[in-house]
């Protein structure tokens, strides 16, 4: 033991007992008091210096203090008064005991001046002073209520023999600063007189004392008590942190949660957060009777095991009349159940295994705050102390009140944002194919994400089949988010169908979107909406025959092209303006695209997020699609995976693959046709023998009257040259008459009397679809079988 151990000093005696009520140390001041050295001592039960004792210790929870009569070595008795209390040694423990008896006062190295003296024992302010060995030589009554001790038997302890809590260390520790330095020192601690339910704040001044000679001789500790101010400061901190904290994000689950954890343990050693389910309509009921359904979405604990219920986060708890969750939401307040006055008891008389959590936890005080925004009870947060002896005051509930209506507004803001994101997506998914077509001319694989944070947008793409076998490709992006942007993407997307459906050339088909954006805007102006409306667009038409793509956009992102076994690369084509501006002109670019060659088409919120470069984005882009040799599906998702950044995308994406795959040759038949009537019966043969090749007999009837009725159309009204084509593959064959005449044939029904007229209704009722192409050299007239239905 070191000879200037604090605990061996001969002014006070100590002794410290064991959780089994036996002696492990004795001081020499212990020594000096009962006569008992050490060694005869310790390890013997603490009990047995009891003057008139017959069984254990009687071992204090906190702190005890009183006077105790105890056996002198010599056989004779000595009373004393003891202080002893409860304190925590290092390390996990059940604990120990440290009894103290303050011994006679000796004279002290104090300054000896009337006017210390009168300042220490005569300020209305609690006032102690130690001495040089940190011995407490003197309090006022002040003081010594503060401690909840007698002044008379104070004298000779130290800090820490007054109370074992972490704030006696940290004054010990001050104290010697002060000793050490000779400046004042001032501190903040919390202390809870024995007759007070709640601790105080108290400020404490650490004046040192000094002799004539200036010599630091003692301190002088004088505490403020300001708790009032203190818990002002503490309940607007909470508030201030409820502010930042609470609705980081539009998520209801997680603004929940940041409730839970902003009022643990600062208001609560438990709250939990339940809502009450949405009516159908969307909204939930604005007030309830017993008993009520609600689903918790959050809580919170100090402890790993909840000791309020053991219900999880998702589970739906029905809770019954006289409990404080459906009571306050039935009154519309806030309701505070003391656990000791018996609020509970109805409640947890037909609950017994809530009832036995309770009392397993020590649960006194539950306070239930309904959780009520712009009108509407949207459920309850409920919050319960078993940790902290204080029950609720009426500061507490207001300052519950407080931070629970901004949570409210917060889960409200987030529910309603769910809502409407759920609507905007169902009515984007809605509005973009459920499936790709499949056709022979191409191979497709989409992919759409909603933005992670802003929300639903207007990304859209398309496949549409077009005559002759050829495939137009479009994907597009609607300036904004919201159900708004998602309208607009709609109506842009049915133009394009039935822009596509009338077989005009890309650049003629942006040039016509572009007019109808102008119109949307104009609508949009006399609305209270916006007034703008802005899209970008890329619209591309493959040919399986030719094999060559013409491509068009209209302020988007150029499409990349895969080609077989090669190094993905954008397609340099004309940049367009975006639609809206109205009064420029886009053109087109056409290339020669070998078969299984790869297209990717994509909008901007694939490739740009916040703190990245864009450049960057392509050149992932790029990478994750070299080599796209496998299933598409699989391309999309490496792509998905490889160039969004972490944490989702911060616009929509949209991603259209298509391999193209080139119609073979022998699929394909082409007659030169002579402006002659008298020829069509042997072109009428030559197309029979073509289909007896094709081993499409099944179908020669219908294909013979067909290509009859189109090739002599041709000749009456048409001008030369004139061109038959006849393409098929395995579902359809498809009969195109081409002429130089630019003047589109009409479908009419031919009155009784007339010669003529029910040509194109003929081929109108014979075949799967047909229409008109108008070319730079003309028309193409053309009709589809389906070959199934031939069979």
Not at 185 to 199: G, L, N, V, W
Not at 462 to 481: K, N
Not at 749 to 760: H, S, V
Request: one cysteine or more; aromatic letters at 4%.
């Amino acid at each position: 033991m070191r000879a200037d151990d604090p605990f061996d000093d001969a002014v006070t005696a100590r002794a410290v007992i064991a959780a089994d009520g036996t002696l492990t140390r004795w001081s020499e001041g212990a020594r000096l008091l009962l006569g008992h050295r050490p060694e005869e001592v310790v390890g013997r039960p603490a009990a047995d210096l009891l003057a008139d004792s017959t069984g254990p210790l009687p071992l204090p929870e906190d702190r005890w203090s009183g006077t105790l009569v105890l056996r002198h070595r010599d056989g004779g008795t000595v009373s004393a008064w003891v202080l002893a209390h409860h304190r925590q040694p290092s390390g996990d423990g059940p604990g120990e005991w440290l009894a103290v008896t303050p011994l006679e006062a000796t004279d002290h190295d104090l300054p000896d001046d009337p006017l210390v003296r009168k300042a220490v024992f005569q300020s209305p302010c609690a006032t102690m002073v130690f001495d040089q060995g940190l011995r407490l030589r003197g309090v006022n009554d002040a003081m010594a209520r503060l401690l909840g001790l007698p002044a008379d038997h104070l004298r000779g302890l130290r800090p820490t023999d007054i109370g074992g809590r972490a704030q006696h260390s940290e004054l010990e520790r001050q104290l010697r600063h002060v000793l050490r330095t000779g400046r004042p020192h001032d501190m903040q601690t919390h202390m809870k007189a024995r007759a007070e339910a709640h601790p105080h704040a108290w400020l404490a001044r650490l004046a040192p004392l000094t002799d004539r000679s200036g010599r630091v001789r003692g301190v002088c500790v004088t505490a403020h008590d300001f708790t009032e101010q203190y818990r002002t400061r503490e309940r607007l901190l909470l508030v201030n942190e409820a502010s930042s904290r609470i609705g980081t994000t539009l998520d209801v689950t997680r603004t929940a949660q940041e409730l839970a954890e902003v009022c643990v343990p600062a208001l609560a050693d438990f709250v939990s957060v339940e809502l009450l389910e949405p009516e159908d309509g969307g909204e939930a009921p604005g007030r309830l009777t017993p008993p009520v359904s609600l689903r918790r979405v959050a809580r919170q604990a100090l402890t790993r095991d909840t000791p309020s219920d053991s219900a999880q986060v998702g589970e739906v708890i029905v809770y019954p009349e006289n409990s404080p969750q459906a009571d306050s939401l039935a009154a519309g307040h806030s309701i505070v159940a003391s656990v000791p006055a018996g609020d509970l008891d109805s409640w947890l008389s037909e609950d017994e295994t809530q009832a036995r959590r309770i009392e397993k936890f020590g649960v006194h005080a539950i306070l239930s705050v309904p959780l009520q925004a712009r009108g509407t009870t949207l459920g309850v947060a409920a919050f319960a102390r078993f940790s902290q002896p204080e029950a609720f005051t009426h500061d507490d509930v207001l300052l519950a009140e407080e931070v629970t209506a901004r949570a409210a507004v917060c889960i409200d803001n987030a529910r309603r944002y769910s809502r409407e994101r759920e609507t905007t997506l169902t009515l984007q998914r809605s509005l973009l194919p459920r499936t790709l077509p499949r056709t022979a001319a191409l191979e497709a694989a989409s992919r759409y994400l909603p933005a992670a944070r802003s929300g639903v947008g207007g990304d859209w793409f398309d496949v549409i089949p077009l005559s002759g076998m050829r495939v137009a490709m479009v994907v597009g992006d609607v300036v904004g988010h919201g159900i708004q942007a998602s309208a607009t993407m709609g109506r842009l997307r049915t133009a394009v169908r039935t822009l596509a459906d009338i077989d005009l050339a890309p650049d003629e088909l942006l040039t016509h979107l572009d007019d109808l954006v102008l119109h949307l805007s104009e609508e949009a102006a006399g609305d209270s909406g916006p007034g703008e409306v802005g899209a970008t667009c890329l619209y591309a038409v493959y040919d399986p025959v030719s094999r060559r793509c013409t491509l068009s956009r209209a302020g988007h992102p150029p499409p990349v092209l895969i080609p077989p076994g090669g190094t993905a690369h954008h397609l340099e084509l004309p940049s367009g303006p975006p639609l809206g501006l109205g009064g420029l002109p886009f053109e087109s670019a056409e290339f020669e695209l070998a078969d299984d060659s790869v297209l990717a088409f994509y909008t901007d919120g694939l490739v740009t997020s916040r703190g990245r470069d864009p450049d960057q984005g392509e050149v992932l882009l790029l990478e994750a699609l070299s080599g796209a040799s496998g299933p598409l599906d699989e391309t999309c998702d490496r792509v998905l995976n490889s160039v969004l950044a972490p944490g989702g995308a911060t616009d929509d994406v949209a991603l259209l693959l298509a391999r193209l795959r080139g119609l073979p040759s022998s699929q394909v038949a082409t007659w030169d046709i002579p402006a002659d009537p008298a020829l069509v019966a042997p072109i009428r043969k030559q197309v029979l023998d073509q289909l007896a090749a094709w081993e499409l007999t099944e179908a020669s009837f219908t294909a013979e009257l067909v290509v009859s009725e189109l090739v002599t159309n041709a000749i009456r009204y048409g001008a030369p040259p004139i061109r038959l084509r006849l393409i098929h593959d395995e579902a359809t064959l498809i009969c195109e008459v081409s002429d130089a005449n630019h003047t589109a044939p009409h479908l009419r029904r031919a009155k009784t009397w007339d010669e003529g007229g029910r040509g194109l209704l003929l081929v109108a009722q014979l075949t799967q679809r047909w229409g008109t192409r108008h070319t730079a050299e003309g028309k193409t007239i053309w009709a589809e079988l389906t070959l199934a239905d031939m069979e």
